[in-house]
């Protein structure tokens, strides 16, 4: 399925009307179908190579190695999470995957720096940390734009969002779905879900399988050309909007059998707020037709509850 394609460009450099446009268009894919491929969104090619060239080396390393990084205590925010930890909300079998979280940094001094676990340093990978770092800043800078573009489409201020994602607590997760060495006991890899967070960028899997569930209850196979990142409407973007833009439903399945030796590498950007962000539906989103769906909730809280659903906490 080729979801809807936008440029970035033509909101953070284009005219006013290339502006307006742009919000129109990632607008109403947000009702339709909840995922957009975005070009132009401001991340090098290079610092992507990087950041995979290190991924695959980090779940290179021999397990033993692996498992210095996987820090009690933290529910899997920073750090390394073995093989097999986490489930989809409402399934017990757990994803056949592992993978390595990087989060927020906060300058010393700002009220922000006491909330958040420090970022787990892999000492056999030098270049780690500062490429992680510089790959989540470019997630943050292209997500934050596209969030001025959904307020503007909620007839929100531009920067409704700006003050609630600065020092945010997002996440750049860096998942591997090994190689299937013998008959699994599901064809899924990752089990159907929908994410917590406000949006989710993900830049090219290294392997195909992503797949989301339209209008219709299809499962379709989603791709996105080697330039652009795939963003969707997280569980906490679609509360806000009581329903309006849709947090889609997707999963990861195995490849063919011939493929089965093809280990998957996928990096998805959690992009959180504030824990104090409050999700109450917005009364623009509410009326006869569309009566309020949810609970007054924070970011915190919702963040919370998730995480437990999901076996990390």
Request: with cysteine; hydrophobic share 40%.
């Amino acid at each position: 399925m080729n979801i809807p394609v936008v440029d970035l460009a033509a909101f953070t450099k284009g005219d006013d009307a290339a502006k307006q446009e742009f919000v129109q268009q990632l607008g109403i894919a947000y009702e339709q179908v909840g995922f957009v491929a975005v070009k132009n969104h401001g991340i090098s090619d290079e610092l992507i190579a990087n950041l995979y060239t290190q991924v695959q080396q980090f779940f290179a390393m021999p397990t033993t190695d692996k498992k210095k990084y996987e820090i009690a205590g933290l529910a899997g925010q920073r750090g390394y999470t073995s093989f097999g930890k986490e489930h989809a909300k409402g399934f017990d079998a757990p994803d056949l995957k592992e993978f390595f979280q990087f989060g927020q940094e906060v300058a010393e001094g700002e009220p922000e720096k006491e909330l958040y676990p420090d970022n787990v340093v892999v000492n056999e990978i030098p270049e780690f940390t500062p490429t992680l770092l510089t790959a989540f800043r470019g997630f943050e800078n292209a997500g934050a734009a596209l969030l001025k573009a959904i307020a503007l489409f909620l007839n929100l201020d531009e920067n409704y969002f700006a003050a609630h994602i600065h020092n945010g607590n997002s996440i750049l997760r860096a998942i591997y779905y090994p190689p299937i060495t013998e008959e699994p006991a599901s064809a899924i890899r990752a089990e159907q879900h929908e994410d917590i967070n406000l949006i989710t960028l993900l830049v090219g899997a290294s392997a195909d399988g992503l797949e989301i569930l339209n209008m219709q209850g299809e499962w379709i196979p989603v791709t996105s050309l080697p330039e652009q990142i795939v963003v969707n409407v997280g569980d906490m973007l679609q509360r806000l909007t009581n329903n309006r833009l849709k947090s889609t439903t997707h999963r990861v399945v195995n490849p063919p059998r011939e493929k089965w030796s093809t280990p998957r590498y996928s990096i998805p950007f959690f992009l959180h707020p504030k824990k104090d962000m409050s999700l109450a539906c917005l009364p623009s989103c509410i009326d006869e037709a569309h009566p309020k769906a949810y609970d007054d909730y924070t970011a915190g809280e919702y963040l919370d509850e998730r995480l437990r659903e999901i076996g990390l906490k």
